[in-house]
């Protein structure tokens, strides 16, 4: 009789897919168990639903405090994966989120930033974490952060979100522009552009902006796309896994607060501009980013430019690190590395989605920047394992 385990998912989004995919993964490759998956409120409303069948363990992501503390007053050992503080004893994993403010401050300040701004809710402990963290790297890097918080409610209304827009534009428009916001996570960076074509600015010409959690839906369901910081899900579930083996033997020296380290930065529209004073390179940079997986050349380029080749490949190599060509080989990388990681599309159609011709030559130029083939690197992703972000 293999073990009766519950997994209790209270919402389904990119974040919990990536977790059921770290804990499917260990089952797969250890003791084998019978799971079932839930997210119903039967389940919140009390012990009895929990009573009417043998469990033997709880993997829970969002479920509430009550819920938690119902399984350890029935004695089933539980792994709570939320970002809410710790509860005595059930095993809690969840993101660094320290270190995720700390990755989103180094990716403003590698793309050239000057002023900075963070914006997230006071009453939310990642945010404050990840408030923290950003707040920390810059102030180590010798730079300010202007900081928006307000409260977050119990539930978002039309009118919560109509008030919070016009703060938020007011606050926007504060700051000078070429502003670089970290949001403490996509719904939240959400609610920034928003506020941003509110207040008639625009992005990322105007502020550039951040998330968290890298959730493929909602960053890709607006315009501009969101650039996000990726929570590592995988990691997340399959540490679950193994916490929980541990734990249904009987093991009671189990860890009780583990951090997991985020993947990187995914670079989408939000952010891909680098800041700095020559508008003729901003521009060119843009068209760059705009067109590359057009099949544009360099010589497109220069018309957008209004300067010589020359002056063109100096002035890249000075400011943006690399010339015009390798810009565009990087942006079509990007976008290769986005669609091998989000989609099952096969490489044909990848190629053609990142402007090359022949798919033999966008693995040939694959291989070259990243090291690896195309097909290592989604491998490597669907693993949990990727360290390799185009930025």
């Not at 959730?215 to 929570?231: N, R, Y």
């Not at 690197?377 to 394992?385: A, C, I, L, N």
Request: proline share 4%; aromatic share 8%; hydrophobic share 40%.
């Amino acid at each position: 009789m293999y073990p009766q385990l519950l997994l209790f998912f209270e919402s389904h989004d990119g974040e919990s897919a990536e977790i059921l995919k770290g804990v499917l993964h260990h089952q797969r490759t250890h003791q084998p168990w019978s799971i079932s998956l839930h997210g119903d409120e039967r389940i919140e409303s009390g012990s009895s639903w929990l009573q009417g069948r043998k469990w033997h363990g709880v993997i829970a992501y969002h479920a509430s405090p009550l819920f938690i503390d119902t399984c350890l007053k029935l004695f089933l050992p539980v792994i709570d994966l939320s970002d809410c503080p710790a509860i005595s004893g059930a095993a809690k994993i969840r993101p660094d989120n320290i270190t995720v403010g700390h990755l989103g401050a180094e990716y403003f300040i590698d793309r050239k930033f000057r002023n900075f701004g963070f914006c997230g809710y006071s009453n939310l402990s990642r945010s404050n974490e990840r408030r923290k963290g950003f707040v920390e790297a810059l102030e180590l890097a010798g730079k300010h952060c202007n900081v928006f918080e307000v409260e977050h409610p119990d539930a978002v209304t039309p009118v919560w979100e109509s008030k919070q827009t016009g703060l938020l534009a007011e606050w926007l428009c504060s700051l000078p522009e070429g502003t670089a916001i970290m949001a403490c996570d996509d719904f939240c960076a959400q609610r920034v552009i928003c506020a941003a074509h509110t207040a008639g600015l625009s992005v990322p010409e105007k502020i550039a902006v951040l998330g968290a959690n890298n959730d493929m839906i909602q960053c890709e369901l607006g315009e501009p796309s969101i650039s996000s910081v990726a929570i590592n899900g995988y990691e997340m579930g399959r540490r679950a896994g193994e916490i929980m083996d541990r734990m249904l033997s009987g093991d009671r020296q189990f860890p009780v607060d583990v951090r997991i380290e985020p993947q990187g930065v995914v670079t989408r529209k939000s952010t891909d501009i680098l800041a700095m004073r020559d508008k003729n390179v901003a521009m060119a940079l843009n068209y760059i980013r705009e067109y590359a997986c057009q099949g544009i050349t360099v010589d497109k380029v220069l018309e957008r430019a209004f300067m010589s080749r020359s002056q063109l490949e100096h002035k890249f190599r000075r400011l943006v690190g690399r010339s015009p060509q390798k810009e565009i080989r990087r942006a079509q990388v990007a976008r290769i590395s986005e669609l091998l990681s989000a989609t099952d599309m096969p490489l044909k159609e990848i190629a053609a989605e990142a402007g090359f011709v022949h798919v033999e030559y966008m693995c040939v130029v694959f291989k070259r920047v990243t090291g690896e083939t195309p097909g290592q690197f989604r491998t490597r992703f669907s693993q949990g394992r990727a360290d390799f972000v185009v930025g």
